[in-house]
């Protein structure tokens, strides 16, 4: 493993230490592009205004009168938590601005291994079912490859408003409008907004709409502000990259979880996943409530999940949030069956000389596939595509297999598929995703194929250097700063995807360690350099081999909470020869 060390070679640092912030702090946020102290403000009056988003001020209006002629609105919602927390906001939001027509939104959420992803002719004919049959479908994180599902819904007399913020194809569906930050012309700076961004975004080019036409004013305007502890969850739990767009609504989002301004959904899924909303961060977000409701999606469908988020009875909500708990225990536990089993076929393989891992097991639940294909990434650092076997028959009789995959970074997934979908033409069904995610669908007969045209592509875009694995981090702390007061700073920032949680090199003596469930390495350390000589509780998940009485490790600093009492811990991510 190569360490590398985030640069930070530049004035910035001491023009911000200069207005007063924390000198460590200031060295992180230069580190992760913040170049002036103005940069670092998160209040949302600092949002890129809706106007800058492609067709939001067109779909505001067309919204307006929509409401205003009682239009029948139909949600169709994606299967993960993104998906779940842009259909909340999508209905909470529509039907508070059309409080004064008297609007109610209705949503549907596909069954993903019956109907597919996103807006397929299934899922149009399902919605013209509907009690009262809808006039207008709003796609909430997919749509943007729909063709043939939005043209069924044209051909039914329903229009589409397609929402979404997954790269588009070089075909684009006939919808009456869309709204997607990385379809083309679109200036929108921030291409991270997640698809619950989006809708939001639609929601506050509405909100302005209606204010211009007099149905209210700044006074009486719905707050929606309320609804950013959705578009917090939906963006950490995507892994959406945390520009300052996004970090401002991650940022709001949180602020009113921590003040108890959250909806009783988001409160009760704190509650099943045992974390404090009080002292919530973007790890209990991504790590804690996440899965619990991806967990639905991913076994069911997801409309238990939305259930519990726009819940306006805690008690209900709670219900909810209990059974979506018990779904992630079942998920957890088919992971771990799969896992084993991928385990135990890769243990012959060697990947020095391979440059991805494509795999597949009949055995394997699709649901979960992109949970394992995480877990491979992260393990043999290769891009990894992990295939399960569907619900559905190709035209020809075969066995559709669907794929989930996870990338690293160099290797943008969704252009290698696309690349092998052109050479190929007959081998991929339908894909989409983006440079770190994607999914697809093949014919059973075509997986061989498609393993060699992947391994293929791999080895002709990825070199040495970025198959070999690097541990960026953030230097050496001064042994005085590893306390608890830097531990509760460092705990209050937005990090994620894009604005990494800092990672610290440092050098210790172990003072003790031990097994803890005879899983995890816990440890009191004292550093090696400076004066601090108090010891410092650490932790290695998922490691249980003894370290030296000497050794080097990178970290990260965090707070233990342990019996109510904060406490600094590093929680080692790796350990080298001293």
Excluded at 379 to 399: D, M, T
Aim: aromatic share 6%; net charge negative.
């Amino acid at each position: 493993m190569q360490l590398v060390e985030r640069n930070t070679a530049n004035g910035a640092a001491e023009e911000l230490i200069a207005r007063g912030i924390n000198p460590i702090l200031a060295k992180l946020w230069v580190s992760r592009g913040i170049q002036s102290f103005e940069q670092s403000s998160l209040e949302l009056k600092h949002l890129i205004p809706p106007q800058a988003l492609k067709n939001c001020p067109a779909v505001a209006t067309y919204l307006a009168n929509a409401l205003a002629s009682h239009k029948n609105i139909l949600i169709i919602a994606d299967y993960d938590c993104d998906g779940a927390t842009a259909c909340a906001v999508g209905l909470l939001g529509l039907e508070e601005l059309g409080k004064s027509y008297g609007t109610k939104v209705n949503f549907l959420v596909p069954n993903r291994f019956t109907m597919g992803y996103g807006l397929t002719p299934e899922v149009v004919d399902l919605a013209a079912q509907q009690t009262p049959k809808p006039d207008i479908l709003i796609t909430v994180d997919n749509g943007i490859a729909s063709l043939t599902g939005v043209m069924r819904a044209n051909e039914l007399g329903m229009e589409v408003i397609v929402t979404d913020h997954h790269l588009p194809a070089d075909e684009l569906p006939l919808a009456r409008f869309i709204i997607n930050p990385n379809q083309p012309e679109c200036s929108f700076s921030s291409k991270a907004l997640a698809g619950v961004g989006v809708i939001f975004y639609i929601l506050l080019a509405l909100r302005s709409e209606l204010r211009n036409r007099g149905i209210f004013d700044l006074e009486t305007q719905p707050r929606l502000e309320t609804l950013l502890d959705f578009v917090a969850l939906g963006t950490v739990a995507d892994v959406a990259n945390l520009d300052r767009n996004n970090r401002i609504l991650v940022s709001a989002g949180i602020r009113r979880i921590r003040n108890g301004q959250m909806h009783p959904g988001i409160q009760a899924l704190f509650e099943v996943s045992g974390r404090d909303y009080q002292k919530s961060n973007t790890f209990d977000l991504g790590f804690g409530l996440g899965p619990r409701l991806n967990a639905a999606g991913r076994l069911a469908d997801m409309t238990l999940g939305i259930k519990c988020l726009i819940s306006k009875d805690l008690f209900k909500a709670r219900k909810y949030a209990k059974e979506l708990d018990t779904m992630n225990r079942e998920r957890r536990e088919i992971e771990g069956s799969m896992q084993e089993t991928a385990l135990i076929n890769l243990a012959d393989i060697s990947t020095v000389n391979t440059s991805s891992l494509c795999m597949y097991d009949v055995s394997w639940h699709q649901g979960v596939i992109g949970i394992l294909a995480s877990r491979l990434k992260d393990k043999y650092h290769r891009p990894v595509i992990v295939f399960a076997p569907g619900e559905e028959k190709s035209p020809s009789g075969s066995l559709v297999l669907k794929g989930s995959g996870r990338s690293i970074t160099g290797f943008h997934l969704r252009d290698a598929i696309d690349y092998i979908s052109k050479k190929n033409p007959e081998m991929i069904l339908k894909f989409g995703g983006h440079a770190m995610a994607a999914g697809l669908s093949i014919e059973e007969s075509q997986l061989v194929s498609f393993q060699q045209a992947f391994e293929s592509i791999a080895q002709h875009w990825l070199d040495e250097d970025t198959l070999h694995r690097k541990l960026v981090h953030d230097g050496e702390l001064p042994s005085d700063m590893i306390n608890t007061q830097l531990a509760e700073q460092l705990s209050n920032e937005i990090w994620g995807q894009g604005f990494p949680e800092p990672i610290f090199i440092g050098s210790f003596k172990v003072i003790k360690q031990s097994l803890l469930k005879e899983k995890h390495l816990k440890l009191e350390l004292q550093p090696l350099h400076g004066e601090l000589k108090k010891n410092i509780l650490g932790i290695w998940f998922g490691h249980t081999e003894l370290l030296p009485s000497e050794t080097r490790l990178a970290y990260r600093l965090l707070v233990d909470h342990y019996l109510g009492y904060p406490r600094a811990q590093v929680h080692i991510e790796a350990a080298f020869d001293n």
